[in-house]
């Protein structure tokens, strides 16, 4: 299935797959995360083009408009939420991860104007492909696993995601995250 991007394409920015332009693998290569997140950094310029090759999840590349600069990126990859209810009993919901998602720190450097990237990228891009992708695949959640900033995590709660109560988020931290995310904080919203 093709997604057709126009219809989240803003007047400011738009978006590209990875693979749509074969100028973005050299965009890619002078990304620099913000908030010195070098993980993101590092999955964007090593992993994602072995991710897409093996259909493991999709990076979406968010340009400005006019200057076709590389703004932010992002990653969504389709997953299952396990959560434990009461005692043994548990529970799966079918999801969409938001794997990976950072700005370009050189693109806000030089447009300082450029306020509230994330939250715009959020919105505009990341929100719309996920419901968009609700309507062809059964998926009741979008997720994501947080670093353990305080500042960010109250930064995803702006978007709309939230954490799961201390038990069941104990019981994701054991069993069901990824050995990468090692130390992030589950947090998901409904679609």
Avoid: W
């Avoid at 997604?3 to 074969?22: G, M, R």
């Avoid at 969409?96 to 693109?107: C, D, R, V």
């Avoid at 919105?123 to 959640?141: D, T």
């Amino acid at each position: 299935m093709i997604i057709e991007f126009s219809v989240v394409d803003t007047k400011d920015f738009t978006i590209e797959h990875l693979f749509d332009n074969p100028e973005n693998l050299d965009l890619i290569a002078n990304f620099q995360a913000t908030n010195g997140a070098a993980g993101l950094e590092y999955y964007l310029k090593n992993q994602s083009v072995d991710d897409e090759e093996n259909n493991c999840s999709r990076t979406y590349l968010v340009k400005d408009a006019l200057s076709a600069e590389l703004v932010a990126y992002f990653s969504l990859k389709t997953g299952l939420i396990t959560i434990q209810l009461d005692g043994e009993k548990f529970d799966s919901v079918p999801a969409i991860e938001l794997a990976n998602f950072a700005i370009n720190k050189k693109y806000k450097d030089t447009h300082p104007e450029s306020q509230k990237l994330g939250f715009y990228t959020f919105k505009k891009f990341v929100l719309p492909i996920v419901q968009r992708m609700s309507v062809y695949i059964g998926v009741n959640a979008l997720y994501i696993y947080a670093l353990p900033e305080e500042k960010l995590i109250d930064h995803y709660q702006t978007m709309g995601f939230e954490r799961l109560p201390e038990p069941q988020e104990k019981f994701v931290q054991r069993h069901v995250k990824p050995e990468y995310d090692e130390g992030c904080i589950f947090m998901y919203q409904t679609i």
